[in-house]
């Protein structure tokens, strides 16, 4: 099956696989994600309701407080996190959510941003993603049509 | 690009210092390596957070670990209120088993050393930094106030993040703490004539939606404007964007004597007049507003002359009959306030202190369906936070509202 192949900056390691969830809208986590069902609770994201839960989550970048760190860390803590997340633009409080899940409760979480392609074009609900956050690169096999 | 370390980072790394302060550096060195950081830079002070309804459970197991192992912080480090009153949460009907938690972070960061002073404005409170003063900022609104007032350098410091920077005393030297990232791009003119109070928060609104992340330099504002009044603005700004950083021409020191743009020509630039705050004023109180039952102020916390003019504001006057007043301010503060005969006056009326705390980020223990406040900060945030219809308007008539 045909692969596509997306090179980007690796944020926080790890290799792990899964069904990806896209967001075009940005993801607020303080308040916006509910932690102990890992749904996104914000009536402005066209997901709200979905749970982002052992998805390859793919959004285009964060927004809202300083908070955001520790909202996701508290998903993870529940087991409610996502397998990964893919950004155009991640900033620090991700990382740190992620980077904390580990040191806390070993759960490896990859984060990669800024890729060669928008992963926002090329990667749709439901494509199956395979994620080296290692070494930046994620493969993304598509979905069968209908 | 690797990270360059000095001898103590080596040592802290090696775990020579303690397992706490390795871990805090390992998370530090974590995050210089992913986002190209060269190397770090130590910090005069940090703000941190404590709060339970943003740190939840996940947060305080992470600060009682670095408290068990001995972590301590090695520089003056404050934090954000607290998500209850700490000294009357039970009179005020706060949850019982909510404020358990709150106070198990209370304890942990006691034993991990931080300064009690549980504000959102360190800066009213003691902890206040040199212009060109490296610190480790987490709260929004301070994080603007230290920037931009003060010239002192501080990223958005995540909430989990900033204890690693206590306990390390560094943090690493990436975005606002390079010369190259504090650099205006966006212009903002006001023209609206004499500015009061509140326009100060509005205007804070209207400009974390223009900027977004970018960094704003505005003409128009006077220097008299008071530390309260750009203490708003940065809030509001922050709270309605990710505004890190502004500039005044004439006003801020990286605008007072020298050129924020640094030669270049502004990216965007717009004016806004006495018509463009009057829409945006409006635009803040939502659309069904009740009776007005409810009045909460101090956001951020209230300063000592808040609470006087205040004071003068209310002096002979009460509450009416089912209506509240709260107001948000550090424990110094109300300390203060007793000691200058301001908070008789403002207990005579009916008004209730709540030291320590704040709404943004704790629970709403009331059934008030319309709340009133002077903040563009708690205007974006309490309405769909709480569930209540909110009217924005000044000091002057959130007393008039409930008062009589």
Known sequence: ?146 | MAVKLNKEEEAMLRGDHGEAPKIAMEVLMRLATAFGAEEFVPVSSVQAMAHYGSLHDAGLEWLEKLAALGGQCCVPTTQDPASVPLDKWESLGFDGAYAAKQKRLAQAIKELGEVLTWSCTPFNVGSIPRFGDNVAWAESSAVSYANSVIGARTNRTPAGLAICAAIAGRIPKERLYLDENRTATVKVNIDAGTLSTLDYNTIGIMLGKFAGTRIPALTGIPNTASSDQLKYLGASAASSGSVALYHILGVTPEAFDRDPFKGNKPAEEVTWTRQDLAAAEQALTTKNPGEIEHVVVGCPHYSIWELKTLAKLVAGKKLKKNKEFWVYTPFETESLAQRMGVLDVLKEAGIQILASNCLVISPYPRSHKTLMTDSGKFASYLPSEHHIELVYGSIENCVKAVTE
């Open chain 1, 1 to 146: 099956m045909d692969t596509i192949v997306l090179k980007g900056r690796p944020i926080v390691g790890g290799v792990v696989e899964g069904e990806a969830l896209v967001s075009q809208d940005p993801l607020v986590w303080s308040h916006g994600v509910y932690p102990p069902t890992g749904k996104i609770n914000d009536v402005r994201v066209k997901l709200n309701g979905t749970s982002v839960k052992d998805k390859i989550l793919v959004y285009p970048y964060g927004k809202g407080s300083t908070s955001t760190s520790t909202w996701m860390l508290e998903t993870f803590r529940y087991g409610n996190g996502p397998k990964a997340i893919l950004n155009k633009e991640t900033e620090g409080l991700i990382a740190i959510g992620s980077i904390l899940a580990d040191v806390l409760y070993k759960i490896t979480a990859p984060i990669v941003d800024r890729f060669d392609q928008d992963p926002l074009l090329v990667i749709e609900t439901g494509d199956w993603v395979k994620v080296d956050g290692n070494k930046g690169i994620v493969e993304v096999t598509k979905k069968k049509q209908g």
